[in-house]
């Protein structure tokens, strides 16, 4: 009979997600380099339509074969808010057929434990906080039958009551982690050719990180809130390179990657580190195309000369709003002329650009609204994705200006799929004006929609990627699948338009 010692899965929710599951095959390398058996239960589905109701109970139903087979003695589930129903249906199903203990942990785990944590809950333990040391503590107790209590970051039910145990320290040293376990998911299935690693441009590729933790103090992040500790708040860690790029060289010896997209917090807040990276990239002649995310007031043309030269070809950035104010409102800590300069540097150095914006941020006027209307005609950014600006639970905007706050009975709402194009609570409003946010978000939003569907760049080391893809018989029935669903998404988005 197998015996698991863990068996970590991903949620129903994300059976058509194509991007990798970072935070799950970073658990399991941590926990394989620890000597604890480890699996990872991944269900995808092709459905490019979502997830309905059939459909996740038809995943569910595969994850409680796949468990009955193993027999672990742990089961790790993660949660984002939005996930938040959907992980305890699925905790209970696991629960009413498999005898094990059964832990979360994930964005809101972290933030709000209390939510798994209660009589009757069909979860034992909530993970707060970074999950690798703490896992293979729990792991270790729990086949040991030892006491929870000694286990720093973690909430349990004691005495009918959520038990808190002491923050967990952050791991200082990133160098301790161990490579992604890339071999426990199926690649194939990731590394189809598909338009979410580099924005809207047909690769092959996955989301790498090279540090974790972010230093700012945005107003409507909740990530810096993720600490019960104050003291691990804010704080930055960094990957060493060599072991960064180790990674990037081993995706593509073993899997051919031909792109990939760095998913930190803020790429390039230690602009020395940055310059090394793409040194490193360039030593190795690696030759793959990637993108990245940074804050307009960290690049310099000598950044994006050299981010271009090691292959990168698109680079995203926080816009948020065209209004000082509004900006000023969030902490951003940008002003709308680092906004200018930076947009104007990358098309210098002919880098596609996607600039992030908001509206319905907090206190939003009608001056701030149509500053940033102006602003985004001006940036003339390869794309743009606006959306309303929703208080996530976590976020500083939540405690602000949200009451009565939303009740665990209420958590359902977020996994609406137009939570950030329409206001579906009035606790969800920020703007003061009173403009029809609903119409002005589908306004802003057509020419973004008729844009995506054609886009295609004539970047030479993009073409050069296709033609020596491993996967270019892929690139004509990807483009065809999207288009189709292009369509699908478009049709739906005038529907919502004309309502």
Same mark, same amino acid.
């Given at each position: 009979?197998?015996?698991?010692?863990?068996?970590?899965?991903?949620?129903?929710?994300?059976?058509?997600?194509?991007?990798?599951?970072?935070?799950?095959?970073?658990?399991?390398?941590? %926990?394989?380099?620890?000597?604890?058996?480890?699996?990872?239960?991944?269900?995808?589905?092709?459905?490019?339509?979502?997830?309905?109701?059939? +459909?996740?109970?038809?995943?569910?139903?595969?994850?409680?074969?796949?468990?009955?087979?193993?027999?672990?003695?742990?089961?790790?589930?993660?949660?984002?808010?939005?996930?938040?129903?959907?992980?305890?249906?699925?905790?209970?199903?696991?629960?009413?057929?498999?005898?094990?203990?059964?832990?979360?942990?994930?964005?809101?785990?972290?933030?709000?434990?209390?939510?798994?944590?209660?009589?009757?809950?069909?979860?034992?333990?909530?993970?707060?906080?970074?999950?690798?040391?703490?896992?293979?503590?729990?792991?270790?107790?729990?086949?040991?039958?030892?006491?929870?209590?000694?286990?720093?970051?973690?909430?349990?039910?004691?005495?009918?009551?959520?038990?808190?145990?002491?923050?967990?320290?952050?791991?200082?040293?990133?160098?301790?982690?161990?490579?992604?376990?890339?071999?426990? %998911?199926?690649?194939?299935?990731?590394?189809?050719?598909?338009?979410?690693?580099?924005?809207?441009?047909?690769?092959?590729?996955?989301?790498?990180?090279?540090?974790?933790?972010?230093?700012?103090?945005?107003?409507?992040?909740?990530?810096?809130?993720?600490?019960?500790?104050?003291?691990?708040?804010?704080?930055?860690?960094?990957?060493?390179?060599?072991?960064?790029?180790?990674?990037?060289?081993?995706?593509?010896?073993?899997?051919?990657?031909?792109?990939?997209?760095?998913?930190?917090?803020?790429?390039?807040?230690? +602009?020395?580190?940055?310059?090394?990276?793409?040194?490193?990239?360039?030593?190795?002649? %690696? +030759?793959?195309?990637?993108?990245?995310?940074?804050?307009?007031?960290?690049?310099?043309?000598?950044?994006?000369?050299?981010?271009?030269?090691?292959?990168?070809?698109?680079?995203?950035?926080?816009?948020?709003?065209?209004?000082?104010?509004?900006?000023?409102?969030?902490?951003?800590?940008?002003?709308?002329?680092?906004?200018?300069?930076?947009?104007?540097?990358?098309?210098?150095?002919?880098?596609?650009?996607?600039?992030?914006?908001?509206?319905?941020?907090?206190?939003?006027?009608?001056?701030?609204?149509?500053?940033?209307?102006?602003?985004?005609?001006?940036?003339?950014?390869?794309?743009?994705?606006?959306?309303?600006?929703?208080?996530?639970?976590?976020?500083?905007?939540?405690?602000?200006?949200?009451?009565?706050?939303?009740?665990?009975?209420?958590?359902?709402?977020?996994?609406?799929?137009?939570?950030?194009?329409?206001?579906?609570?009035?606790?969800?409003?920020?703007?003061?004006?009173?403009?029809?946010?609903?119409?002005?978000?589908?306004?802003?939003?057509?020419?973004?929609?008729?844009?995506?569907?054609?886009?295609?760049?004539?970047?030479?080391?993009?073409?050069?990627?296709?033609?020596?893809?491993?996967?270019?018989?892929?690139?004509?029935?990807?483009?065809? +699948?999207?288009?189709?669903?292009?369509?699908?998404?478009?049709?739906?988005?005038?529907?919502?338009?004309?309502?």
């Amino acid at each position: 009979m197998i015996k698991k010692d863990i068996c970590l899965i991903s949620p129903p929710t994300r059976g058509n997600v194509k991007t990798v599951p970072i935070a799950l095959i970073y658990l399991a390398g941590w %926990l394989s380099k620890e000597g604890i058996d480890v699996d990872i239960i991944d269900i995808k589905t092709n459905s490019y339509k979502g997830i309905d109701a059939k +459909k996740e109970s038809e995943i569910v139903d595969k994850i409680i074969r796949n468990l009955d087979s193993l027999k672990p003695h742990v089961v790790g589930l993660t949660a984002f808010t939005s996930e938040y129903n959907n992980v305890i249906n699925l905790a209970k199903s696991i629960k009413d057929k498999i005898n094990t203990k059964i832990v979360v942990g994930g964005v809101h785990a972290s933030l709000r434990p209390e939510d798994f944590i209660y009589d009757n809950s069909p979860v034992d333990i909530a993970v707060i906080g970074e999950g690798e040391r703490t896992l293979s503590e729990v792991v270790n107790n729990v086949k040991n039958n030892q006491a929870l209590a000694t286990i720093d970051g973690i909430c349990f039910l004691k005495e009918g009551n959520a038990h808190y145990t002491n923050p967990r320290k952050l791991i200082e040293n990133l160098g301790d982690l161990s490579l992604p376990l890339y071999s426990k %998911l199926n690649m194939d299935y990731y590394l189809k050719v598909e338009r979410h690693i580099i924005r809207y441009l047909y690769t092959s590729g996955v989301h790498i990180l090279t540090s974790r933790g972010c230093p700012f103090n945005c107003t409507f992040c909740a990530a810096k809130n993720l600490w019960k500790d104050p003291a691990c708040n804010r704080r930055v860690r960094f990957r060493d390179i060599n072991q960064v790029v180790d990674e990037i060289q081993y995706l593509k010896d073993t899997f051919s990657i031909d792109s990939f997209y760095i998913a930190d917090d803020t790429f390039a807040v230690n +602009k020395n580190r940055a310059m090394q990276f793409c040194d490193e990239i360039l030593s190795r002649n %690696l +030759k793959l195309i990637w993108a990245m995310e940074t804050r307009v007031n960290l690049v310099s043309d000598e950044l994006l000369k050299m981010i271009k030269k090691a292959g990168c070809i698109q680079v995203e950035f926080g816009v948020e709003s065209g209004s000082q104010d509004a900006l000023d409102r969030m902490k951003k800590e940008i002003k709308v002329e680092d906004t200018v300069r930076a947009f104007d540097m990358c098309k210098k150095h002919r880098l596609r650009t996607f600039a992030n914006i908001m509206i319905n941020t907090p206190g939003e006027t009608e001056k701030d609204l149509n500053d940033t209307i102006k602003l985004k005609k001006r940036l003339k950014a390869s794309h743009a994705g606006m959306n309303l600006t929703i208080p996530i639970i976590g976020t500083d905007i939540y405690e602000k200006y949200v009451s009565p706050k939303f009740s665990r009975d209420e958590l359902g709402i977020f996994s609406d799929p137009h939570l950030y194009t329409k206001i579906l609570d009035p606790r969800f409003r920020l703007a003061k004006h009173g403009i029809d946010l609903n119409k002005m978000y589908y306004r802003l939003n057509v020419c973004n929609y008729l844009n995506s569907f054609f886009e295609f760049t004539f970047n030479a080391k993009y073409i050069k990627s296709i033609l020596n893809s491993r996967r270019k018989h892929q690139f004509a029935g990807s483009v065809l +699948k999207n288009l189709y669903k292009q369509i699908n998404s478009y049709a739906r988005f005038i529907f919502g338009f004309l309502r």
